[in-house]
Nanobody, 125 residues
Framework: QVQLVESGGGSVQAGGSLRLSCESS????????MGWFRQVPGKERERVAG????????YYADSVKGRITISQDKAKNTVYLQMNSLKPEDTAMYYC??????????????????WGQGTQVTVSS
């Protein structure tokens, strides 16, 4: 497991932008398999974005597609989540999670094995 630390959350008005960062203190480059999730109290955790080098895919939830971009800086071992045109419904605790990809029966699978502590995003109308 690696230690992940999120930062960049805060309070913004609707239409504003935030850039979340997820930095790892480990030696393994986390950008090969990483997901961003969010959770509101009382609701299920939602995966909003992910980058998966093994499968060669980048994932965005429909709820954020076109407004959010996931990127990585290998030199800094950091993964970012750029969020634009924020809406009040984006208010949540955001978590990054490092994962391990593997092939099974010809399909890619992933296991999330390290989670950050979360960073709060609050969007006011």
């Amino acid at each position: 497991q690696v230690q992940l630390v999120e930062s960049g959350g805060g309070s913004v008005q609707a239409g504003g932008s935030l850039r979340l960062s997820c930095e790892s203190s480990g030696y393994t480059f986390i950008g090969n398999c990483m997901g961003w999730f969010r959770q509101v109290p009382g609701k299920e955790r939602e995966r909003v974005a992910g980058i998966y080098a093994g499968a060669g895919t980048i994932y965005y939830a429909d709820s954020v597609k076109g407004r959010i971009t996931i990127s990585q800086d290998k030199a800094k071992n950091t993964v970012y989540l750029q969020m634009n045109s924020l809406k009040p419904e984006d208010t949540a605790m955001y978590y990054c999670a490092a994962c391990h990809e593997f092939l099974d029966s010809g399909s890619w699978h992933r296991e999330y094995n390290s989670w950050g502590q979360g960073t709060q995003v609050t969007v006011s109308s």
